[in-house]
C-alpha cells in the first residue's frame, strides 16, 4: 500500500504563491511518477503537473510559467511551489503517485485565491 500526505494549502490573495508539499510512504517503488492534479467546484479533475523518478516534468497549460514542480527521491516527497496565483486556481489539489499501472491518490488540499 501507498499513503500520499499533503500539506500546503490555504488561502491567498492573486498574485500570491503558495508550495504544496506531498510525502509518499509505503511500499514506493524506484521507478513511478508522482504529481499534481486539481478539481475546482462543479468541474472534473484535472492534471497540474508530473515528475517521473528521473526528473521529467510535464505541465498543463494552466500553469505553465507560473507552476514548478520538483521531488525529493530521497524522501520520496513532490513539491508544486505555485505563483502570480489566479482565482482560477481555486481548487482542491490532490497529490499522484503512480506506479507499475496502480494510481495513488492523497485526500486533497484546498487552495483559495481571493481576487
Known amino acids: 500500500q501507498v499513503q500520499l500526505v499533503e500539506s500546503g494549502g490555504g488561502f491567498v490573495q492573486a498574485g500570491g504563491s503558495l508550495r504544496l508539499s506531498c510525502a509518499a510512504s509505503?511500499?514506493?517503488?524506484?521507478?513511478?511518477?508522482m504529481g499534481w492534479y486539481r478539481q475546482a467546484p462543479g468541474k472534473q479533475r484535472e492534471l497540474v503537473a508530473t515528475?517521473?523518478?528521473?526528473?521529467?516534468?510535464n505541465y498543463a497549460d494552466p500553469g505553465k510559467g507560473r507552476f514548478t514542480i520538483s521531488r525529493d527521491n530521497a524522501q520520496n516527497t513532490v513539491y508544486l511551489q505555485m505563483s502570480s496565483l489566479k482565482p482560477e486556481d481555486t481548487a482542491i489539489y490532490y497529490c499522484?503517485?503512480?506506479?507499475?499501472?496502480?494510481?495513488?491518490w492523497g485526500q486533497g488540499t484546498q487552495v483559495t485565491v481571493s481576487s
Open positions: 509505503g511500499s514506493i517503488l524506484r521507478f513511478n511518477a
Open positions: 515528475i517521473t523518478s528521473g526528473g521529467t516534468t
Open positions: 499522484y503517485l503512480g506506479q507499475m499501472g496502480s494510481p495513488y
